[in-house]
């Protein structure tokens, strides 16, 4: 489901989620590349039209993985080993975003934060659609996590952490 969509059905982890995404800007983005084989790469989030945004270069790989495997993770950038904010982690598939008002918010949006947008057409666009999300952390003694799906909803757990 695209951003608006999810922030409507889960509220309280899309929050989450879209403050620590727009703090960091930049996230982890993992594809499938052609040979099966999982990719890693980083990549800066812009929320704007409804949408979460990544932007690649031109012809990047990840682009390409995307392009034939629209499957993929968006996952959270550590700060340390501790990592006291936790893992924020959405599964979903990135859908190619062609129409030029969309086009537009994204460069209005990656602008406003930067003071930069890339030419058009000279960049790939892709939108976030979420299956599942989670926040897992680990903090002062306690392993929390929040776990959502369109079935299932939000499932809150906590417990003491060994």
């Not at 495997?69 to 968006?74: E, G």
């Not at 340390?80 to 979903?92: Q, S, T, W």
């Not at 969309?102 to 003071?115: E, Q, W």
């Not at 003694?141 to 906590?158: D, I, N």
Request: a negative charge.
């Amino acid at each position: 489901m695209r951003w608006d969509e999810f922030a409507e059905a889960c509220p309280e982890l899309a929050i989450r989620t879209q403050e620590r995404f727009s703090q960091d800007e930049v996230v982890m983005l993992g594809t499938v590349r052609k040979d099966g084989w999982p990719r890693v790469s980083p990549v800066e989030p812009d929320f704007a039209a409804g949408h979460l945004f990544l932007g690649m270069m031109w012809r990047s790989r990840k682009a390409h993985d995307l392009r034939r495997d629209s499957r993929c993770v968006v996952h959270s950038v550590p700060t340390n080993r501790m990592n006291p904010g936790g893992d924020i982690k959405l599964y979903g598939r990135a859908i190619e975003v062609q129409e030029p008002e969309l086009r537009r918010a994204y460069r209005a949006a990656i602008a406003a934060r930067i003071d930069w947008a890339p030419d058009e057409p000279q960049y790939h666009l892709y939108s976030i659609d979420v299956d599942t999300a989670a926040h897992v952390r680990f903090d002062e003694g306690v392993f929390e996590t929040l776990r959502w799906t369109p079935a299932g909803g939000l499932v809150k757990e906590a417990r003491p952490s060994a």
